[in-house]
């Protein structure tokens, strides 16, 4: 899949002693386009393209060109190539994207080689970053929102015992470790540990939330890769009644995207979540981003929390191009650029870490509600202020080295 983009300002700098040639920064997206995962990546190239078309002067007279991909299915195998054809044969300075973990970790080692910088707008595996200096990240560890949830649900859910259930690969398993570290230190027990399947296509969740309810613990917390997984897993916890038996359904804010989240009906009310974006979120740079959205793609179209890492993502890279007047072809001095960088986004205030290279950012314990206009959206609970990824700060496996 072959699509590129001119996108930007053509121009000229004059300067005293004559003229500058601006510069063009060609930037590789590679996301998912095709296959049961094309929604992740178009939620999130949307918001790529709108910052791009919103904010082309801010780089003036430096332009960008976009270069797309297909990530592929979530086995890393596919955007190892695609990825390495753009360092290759169309000589992209930065790469960005990247919805799974598999193509993330597959591509550490081509980057570090080629030393072209990595800006991941999704992959969540806490330890990717350690894998290679030329990797930022602007979307989330599994740690941000698996940690603080395992205590929030013992302290303030009413969760005494929690069984797991994820998707088998790499962010499951980073997922549900996050949450059971948090959940046991608090002072919780965790009754059942259940892989669901490949994140390649949505598996039947019956036969694994049948055997959590006849287990009867007080929650369940679930990690699917959002999406149409989202969707399976709500539709499943309704179809069982497993509110009305006393298991509460909690996880990351991957269980209601919200450009799903008016399709899952009465099944999601009540569920908890702890991440970083909703659209219902009260802040100056949101309201905007949503406004801009719906005048770009309709009224009936949502950003989720793909989309408006998306857009954070885009403006570091902005940021970085512009810092560096477009000269980014020595790769160690983009990431310098972005190494502390911060800005006011649709999340709120985001940081780049400058010691790991990952994000920080606040953190919501957020419930699923009826809202008076009829629609569903999230309520806030509570709010915890520039979370860094605990799995770093406890050096937790991998994350140590």
Same mark, same amino acid.
């Given at each position: 899949?072959?699509?590129?983009g001119?996108?930007g300002?053509?121009?000229l700098? *004059?300067?005293?002693g004559?003229?500058?040639?601006?510069?063009?920064? !060609?930037?590789?997206?590679?996301?998912?386009?095709?296959?049961?995962?094309?929604?992740?990546?178009?939620q999130?190239?949307?918001?790529f393209d709108?910052?791009?078309?919103?904010?082309?002067?801010?780089?003036?007279?430096?332009?960008?060109? &976009?270069?797309?991909?297909?990530?592929?299915?979530?086995?890393?195998?596919v955007?190892?190539?695609?990825?390495?054809?753009?360092?290759?044969?169309?000589?992209?300075?930065?790469?960005?994207?990247? $919805?799974f973990?598999?193509?993330?970790?597959?591509?550490?080692?081509?980057?570090?080689?080629?030393?072209?910088p990595?800006?991941?707008a999704?992959?969540?595996?806490?330890? =990717?970053?350690?894998?290679?200096?030329?990797?930022?990240?602007?979307s989330?560890?599994?740690?941000?929102?698996?940690?603080?949830m395992g205590?929030?649900?013992?302290?303030? =859910?009413?969760c005494?015992?929690?069984?797991?259930?994820?998707?088998? *690969?790499?962010?499951g398993?980073?997922s549900?470790e996050?949450?059971?570290?948090?959940?046991?230190?608090?002072?919780?027990?965790?009754t059942?540990? &259940?892989?669901m399947?490949?994140?390649?296509?949505?598996?039947?969740?019956?036969?694994f939330?049948q055997?959590?309810?006849?287990?009867?613990?007080?929650?369940?917390?679930?990690f &699917?890769?959002?999406?149409?997984?989202?969707?399976?897993?709500?539709k499943?916890?309704?179809e069982?009644?497993?509110r009305?038996?006393?298991?509460?359904?909690?996880?990351?804010?991957?269980? =209601?995207?919200?450009?799903?989240?008016?399709?899952?009906?009465d099944?999601? &009310?009540?569920? $908890? $979540?702890?991440?970083?974006?909703?659209?219902?979120?009260?802040?100056?740079?949101?309201?905007?981003?949503?406004?801009?959205?719906?005048?770009?793609?309709?009224?009936?179209?949502?950003?989720?929390?793909?989309?408006?890492?998306g857009?954070?993502?885009?403006h570091?890279?902005?940021?970085?191009?512009?810092?560096?007047?477009?000269?980014?072809?020595d790769?160690?001095?983009?990431i310098?650029? #972005?190494?502390?960088?911060?800005?006011?986004?649709?999340?709120?205030k985001v940081?780049?870490?400058?010691?790991?290279?990952?994000?920080?950012?606040?953190?919501?314990? #957020?419930?699923?509600?009826?809202?008076?206009?009829?629609?569903?959206?999230?309520?806030?609970?509570g709010?915890?202020?520039?979370? !860094?990824?605990?799995?770093?700060?406890? !050096?937790?496996?991998?994350c140590?080295s």
């Amino acid at each position: 899949m072959r699509i590129i983009g001119w996108l930007g300002l053509a121009a000229l700098a *004059f300067t005293v002693g004559g003229t500058a040639q601006a510069e063009t920064v !060609k930037v590789g997206v590679v996301l998912p386009f095709s296959g049961a995962n094309a929604d992740l990546g178009h939620q999130i190239d949307k918001a790529f393209d709108l910052y791009v078309k919103l904010h082309a002067k801010d780089i003036a007279p430096n332009t960008v060109e &976009i270069i797309k991909r297909d990530e592929g299915p979530p086995t890393g195998a596919v955007a190892k190539t695609v990825a390495t054809e753009l360092i290759t044969n169309d000589k992209v300075q930065i790469l960005t994207g990247f $919805v799974f973990s598999p193509s993330a970790i597959a591509l550490a080692p081509v980057v570090t080689q080629a030393k072209v910088p990595m800006v991941i707008a999704n992959a969540g595996t806490a330890w =990717i970053t350690n894998l290679s200096p030329y990797i930022a990240r602007l979307s989330f560890s599994m740690w941000h929102h698996g940690y603080p949830m395992g205590a929030y649900a013992f302290k303030s =859910i009413g969760c005494k015992t929690a069984a797991l259930a994820y998707t088998d *690969f790499p962010p499951g398993k980073d997922s549900t470790e996050a949450f059971k570290t948090g959940f046991e230190k608090a002072g919780g027990k965790v009754t059942e540990s &259940i892989p669901m399947g490949s994140p390649v296509q949505v598996p039947d969740f019956t036969p694994f939330f049948q055997k959590i309810k006849d287990a009867k613990p007080d929650c369940m917390y679930v990690f &699917i890769p959002s999406g149409a997984h989202a969707a399976g897993v709500m539709k499943t916890y309704g179809e069982l009644g497993m509110r009305k038996a006393g298991v509460k359904l909690i996880g990351p804010m991957d269980l =209601i995207p919200d450009n799903k989240l008016q399709d899952m009906g009465d099944a999601a &009310i009540g569920t $908890v $979540v702890m991440g970083n974006y909703a659209v219902d979120l009260n802040n100056a740079e949101n309201k905007a981003f949503n406004a801009e959205w719906h005048k770009a793609y309709g009224k009936d179209s949502y950003p989720d929390f793909m989309s408006a890492a998306g857009w954070d993502t885009m403006h570091a890279i902005f940021d970085a191009i512009k810092k560096l007047n477009g000269k980014v072809d020595d790769g160690a001095k983009v990431i310098d650029a #972005m190494k502390g960088w911060t800005a006011n986004g649709p999340r709120g205030k985001v940081t780049i870490d400058a010691a790991t290279r990952d994000i920080v950012q606040d953190e919501n314990a #957020m419930e699923v509600i009826r809202k008076p206009d009829g629609k569903l959206g999230v309520k806030v609970l509570g709010t915890t202020k520039a979370v !860094k990824d605990e799995c770093k700060e406890l !050096k937790v496996g991998r994350c140590g080295s």
